[in-house]
């Protein structure tokens, strides 16, 4: 027992000496991460905590949290933040695979047209997609839904001119685009299942939305953990779009984000430390929905 | 004879020595500066370099800072040619306002002459960044009164008063002659008459275009001064914009809304937005500040007197009201005296009467300033440019211009508009509205009053 620790330590060191020189090969990323992520994560965490302005600030415990609870503005920002990730993400989610199972059977030339088709709309400007569903949801009668509805007789609606409508605008805008990511996902995700399960289900006469809901679905649980938890973590940042489409919080501030809230504390307000705690509470959220979702989907299966 | 001149190396660390003590001694360039004489005996002045950070100024660039800014330097440069200035800009928006945050508080660096605008003012006089003008008692009654209250921290004035930037009501003589309504005599109507117009005003085409009587940015809360209210009392300490006047106000301002005279998605405007709507003849009353006249006069279809006017605030039970911002050239503290010195004298002239004149004659002439004086002196020089200008300029007198409050831009996006747009959108009464908000409005007046 009493020489357990000098031979860990041996261990240690000839661990070292033969890997050490590896370390080398992450020592760029490492420190690259140390300093834009990880340093300014310590840092928020610090802030938050602080009265922090421009000029400085001194401690102040948990006084900012406190602060947030009792602010209404922030209490609807969350609601608001927890109502659209929780729409968006189910419906992109639904999305992505309902595409993926579509363009799944066809062949290997549809299949590159169709993902790259998907996909394209990623790469432009979140801005302009932003510009493009403003005009969309315009509330005078020219925005092409009211000019679409109106078609068949329904509206005009005021849509983002209306406290309302503002935040089923913005959701729908975001429920109404593909994810492309996610396609592209499930479809490789897709090409890589067994086909030997599927060869069993067709001698045992499974319908086509029997295999799709028993083997499917169930194999593609670590592609959906993984979008589940990226998604979740993109719409409890949502920012641009709201901050374009609606001005910012939209009237009476019915699309009012976290994140935008954390943009204008800080950065109009000068509130550095209130829009830390902000972010710290969006950390804790996103951590502990990312945890919640790795425990409830975790998939022993490996394929 | 050449063992005379040879300097052996003992008697040259001798003489440096000797001039190092002398050196060392004498005054210093920064501490106190000794004219230089000039060849004429006279005292040359000492060549001074200063920054001065201008928002929206971009070096090469045809905006309207630009053009005026790069006028001015050239200007002052005949008046002060020892003075070297550098301009320095930046788009508006938080990201310029943070470099000017962190530039003047936290580095006590940056600026020597800087052009801001609202509760930035006080935000650096509070962390004694500011250095105080010395003005004169004929300066003091020279300047707009609610400009220099604008400026005045504790009791001490921190900043020049540029200018004040007037908002009232641009109205379309075409749509007015369209749907048969006589415009304003004078640019004077009560609210009633200004209703009626609105409501006369909003029709639909034979082709199907809709007319809207009237519209504004979302940035607004001018029809709640029409009836006397005010956001803060006179000490600036207590929030009064839930009094009964200001709810009245309101009252007014949502009866526009409930008469459906402006575009349905008006809580929406931003500033461009609207205006874009006027432009397109899509509404026949707009409330904008002074700046449209540049852009309306940039427009060949736009002819004044023709087919635009401009008309004041209509007026309800209070004063003839106006509101507008105020902007204020500053100068940082800082312990060179050449520079600190060189800065006032400089503010001093970009917002004095001289400026006007000067830039008028340089060639090609350089509309000076974009926005009618802060002071009396210097007032007449912008209407001389438009007769447009020559009313707005009359509008000094009674615009209200907000106090400012470090912490207003809060009250105001936070908690003030969102009010407004729930009263504006009927779910809220006016009272109710800006009842609930006066408690948070008023814990961060004591905020900024700490």
Same mark, same amino acid.
């Given at each position: 027992?009493?020489?357990?620790?000098?031979?860990?330590?041996?261990?240690l060191?000839?661990?070292?000496?033969?890997?050490?020189?590896?370390y080398?090969?992450?020592?760029?990323?490492f420190?690259?991460?140390?300093v834009?992520t990880?340093?300014?994560?310590?840092?928020?965490?610090?802030?938050?905590? &602080?009265?922090?302005?421009?000029t400085?600030?001194?401690?102040?415990?948990?006084?900012?949290?406190?602060?947030?609870?009792?602010?209404?503005?922030f209490?609807?920002?969350?609601?608001?933040?927890?109502?659209?990730?929780?729409?968006?993400?189910?419906?992109?989610?639904?999305?992505?695979?309902?595409?993926?199972?579509?363009?799944q059977?066809?062949?290997?030339?549809?299949?590159v047209f169709?993902?790259?088709?998907?996909?394209?709309?990623?790469?432009?400007?979140?801005?302009?997609?932003?510009?493009?569903?403003?005009?969309?949801f315009n509330?005078?009668?020219?925005?092409?839904?009211?000019?679409?509805?109106?078609?068949?007789?329904?509206?005009?609606?005021?849509?983002i001119?209306?406290?309302?409508?503002?935040?089923?605008?913005?959701?729908?805008?975001a429920?109404?685009?593909?994810?492309?990511?996610?396609?592209v996902?499930?479809?490789?995700?897709?090409?890589?299942?067994?086909?030997?399960?599927?060869?069993?289900?067709?001698?045992?006469g499974?319908?086509?939305?029997?295999?799709?809901?028993?083997?499917?679905?169930?194999?593609?649980r670590?592609?959906?953990l993984y979008?589940?938890?990226?998604?979740?973590?993109?719409?409890?940042q949502?920012?641009?779009?709201?901050?374009?489409?609606?001005?910012?919080?939209?009237?009476n501030?019915?699309?009012?984000?976290?994140v935008?809230?954390?943009?204008?504390?800080?950065?109009?307000?000068?509130?550095?430390?209130l829009?830390s705690?902000?972010?710290?509470?969006?950390?804790?959220?996103?951590?502990?929905?990312?945890?919640?979702q790795f425990?409830?989907?975790?998939?022993?299966?490996?394929? | 004879?050449?063992?005379?001149?040879?300097?052996?190396?003992?008697?040259?660390?001798?003489s440096?020595?000797a001039?190092?003590v002398?050196?060392?001694?004498?005054?210093?360039?920064?501490?106190?500066?000794?004219?230089?004489v000039?060849?004429?005996?006279?005292?040359?002045p000492?060549?001074?370099?200063?920054?001065?950070?201008?928002?929206?100024?971009?070096?090469?660039?045809?905006?309207?800072?630009?053009?005026?800014s790069?006028?001015?330097?050239?200007?002052y440069k005949d008046?002060?040619?020892?003075?070297?200035?550098?301009?320095?800009?930046?788009p508006?928006?938080?990201?310029?306002?943070?470099?000017?945050?962190?530039?003047i508080?936290?580095?006590?660096?940056?600026?020597d002459?800087?052009?801001?605008?609202?509760?930035?003012?006080?935000?650096?006089?509070?962390?004694?960044?500011?250095?105080?003008?010395?003005?004169?008692?004929?300066?003091?009654?020279d300047?707009?009164?609610?400009?220099?209250?604008?400026?005045?921290?504790?009791?001490?004035v921190?900043?020049?008063?540029?200018?004040?930037?007037?908002?009232?009501?641009?109205?379309?003589?075409d749509?007015?002659?369209e749907?048969?309504?006589t415009?304003?005599?004078?640019?004077?109507w009560?609210?009633e008459?200004?209703?009626?117009?609105?409501?006369?005003?909003t029709?639909?085409?034979?082709?199907?275009?809709?007319?809207?009587?009237?519209?504004?940015?979302?940035?607004?809360?001018?029809?709640?001064?029409?009836?006397?209210?005010?956001?803060?009392?006179?000490?600036?300490?207590?929030?009064?914009?839930?009094?009964?006047?200001?709810?009245?106000g309101?009252?007014?301002w949502?009866?526009?809304?409930?008469?459906?005279v402006?575009?349905?998605?008006?809580?929406?405007?931003?500033?461009?937005?609207?205006?874009?709507?006027?432009?397109?003849?899509?509404v026949?009353?707009?409330?904008?500040?002074?700046?449209?006249?540049?852009?309306l006069?940039?427009?060949?279809?736009?002819?004044?007197?023709?087919?635009?006017?401009?008309?004041?605030?209509?007026?309800?039970?209070?004063?003839?009201?106006?509101?507008?911002?105020?902007g204020f050239?500053?100068?940082?503290?800082?312990?060179d005296?050449?520079?600190?010195a060189?800065?006032?004298?400089?503010?001093?002239?970009?917002?004095?009467p001289?400026?006007?004149?000067?830039?008028?004659k340089?060639?090609?002439?350089?509309?000076?300033?974009?926005?009618?004086?802060?002071?009396?002196?210097?007032?007449?020089?912008y209407g001389?440019?438009?007769?447009?200008?020559?009313?707005?300029?009359t509008?000094?007198?009674?615009t209200?211009v907000?106090p400012n409050?470090?912490?207003?831009s809060?009250?105001?996006?936070?908690?003030l508009?969102?009010?407004?747009?729930a009263?504006?959108?009927?779910?809220?009464t006016?009272k109710?509205?800006l009842?609930?908000?006066?408690?948070q409005? &008023?814990k961060?007046?004591?905020?900024?009053n700490k």
């Open positions: 027992m009493a020489t357990a620790a000098p031979r860990r330590r041996r261990s060191a000839a661990a070292l000496r033969r890997y050490g020189w590896s080398l090969f992450v020592l760029p990323t420190s690259l991460f140390v834009f990880l340093l300014p994560v310590v840092q928020g965490l610090v802030l938050s905590l &602080q009265n922090a302005r421009v400085g600030g001194e401690f102040i415990g948990l006084a900012n949290f406190e602060t947030l609870a009792a602010d209404p503005v209490v609807q920002a969350l609601g608001n933040t927890i109502l659209y990730a929780t729409v968006v993400v189910a419906a992109q989610i639904t999305l992505a695979l309902i595409v993926a199972s579509l363009i059977p066809l062949g290997t030339r549809a299949h169709y993902r790259a088709l998907f996909y394209l709309p990623l790469v432009n400007s979140a801005i302009l997609v932003a510009m493009v569903w403003r005009w969309i509330a005078n009668p020219f925005g092409l839904a009211n000019t679409a509805l109106g078609v068949i007789g329904l509206g005009p609606f005021l849509w001119g209306s406290s309302d409508q503002a935040l089923i605008a913005v959701i729908l805008s429920v109404l685009t593909i994810p492309g990511g996610g396609v996902l499930y479809s490789a995700a897709m090409g890589s299942l067994p086909r030997e399960l599927y060869e069993a289900a067709d001698l045992d499974a319908s086509w939305f029997s295999k799709w809901r028993h083997i499917t679905v169930p194999l593609l670590p592609t959906t979008l589940l938890v990226i998604y979740t973590i993109l719409a409890f949502l920012f641009e779009r709201v901050y374009i489409m609606t001005n910012g919080g939209g009237p501030n019915a699309t009012i984000t976290i935008q809230l954390i943009y204008s504390t800080a950065f109009q307000f000068g509130r550095y430390g829009a705690a902000m972010a710290v509470v969006l950390f804790v959220m996103a951590l502990g929905v990312a945890l919640v425990r409830s989907l975790r998939s022993d299966v490996e394929y | 004879m050449g063992r005379d001149v040879l300097i052996n190396r003992r008697r040259f660390l001798q440096m020595a001039v190092g002398v050196v060392a001694c004498g005054p210093t360039a920064t501490a106190s500066p000794s004219p230089s000039s060849a004429s005996g006279s005292p040359a000492k060549a001074v370099s200063i920054e001065w950070w201008r928002r929206n100024y971009a070096q090469g660039t045809q905006s309207a800072e630009t053009i005026t790069d006028a001015a330097v050239k200007a008046r002060a040619s020892n003075v070297t200035i550098a301009i320095q800009g930046g508006f928006g938080a990201e310029t306002d943070q470099k000017f945050d962190i530039a508080l936290q580095a006590h660096n940056g600026p002459v800087f052009h801001t605008t609202g509760g930035d003012v006080l935000k650096y006089a509070a962390a004694g960044q500011l250095s105080q003008p010395t003005l004169t008692d004929a300066e003091r009654t300047f707009n009164p609610s400009a220099l209250k604008a400026t005045t921290y504790k009791g001490t921190v900043a020049y008063p540029l200018w004040i930037v007037p908002w009232f009501e641009y109205i379309n003589l749509l007015f002659k749907a048969g309504v415009p304003p005599t004078g640019g004077n009560t609210y008459e200004f209703l009626a117009a609105a409501k006369k005003l029709f639909k085409r034979a082709d199907g275009k809709q007319i809207y009587g009237f519209a504004h940015a979302n940035d607004e809360f001018a029809f709640m001064l029409i009836d006397g209210g005010r956001p803060y009392d006179s000490t600036i300490k207590t929030w009064t914009f839930n009094s009964a006047d200001a709810v009245s309101l009252e007014k949502v009866s526009l809304a409930q008469q459906k402006m575009p349905p998605d008006f809580l929406t405007l931003n500033p461009n937005d609207s205006q874009a709507r006027f432009l397109a003849g899509d026949a009353i707009l409330q904008r500040p002074s700046a449209m006249i540049n852009i006069n940039a427009d060949a279809k736009w002819k004044f007197g023709t087919n635009w006017d401009i008309a004041n605030f209509p007026k309800a039970k209070g004063d003839q009201t106006a509101w507008g911002g105020v050239i500053a100068v940082r503290e800082q312990s005296a050449d520079k600190k060189a800065a006032h004298a400089f503010a001093k002239y970009l917002t004095g001289d400026i006007g004149p000067d830039l008028k340089q060639t090609p002439p350089v509309e000076y300033w974009l926005a009618p004086a802060g002071r009396k002196s210097a007032a007449g020089i001389d440019y438009h007769p447009a200008k020559a009313k707005v300029a509008m000094g007198a009674f209200y907000l409050v470090s912490t207003w809060e009250i105001d996006q936070k908690y508009r969102p009010a407004r747009d009263a504006l959108e009927g779910k809220k006016p109710q509205a009842d609930e908000v006066a408690p409005a &008023q961060l007046l004591d905020e900024a």
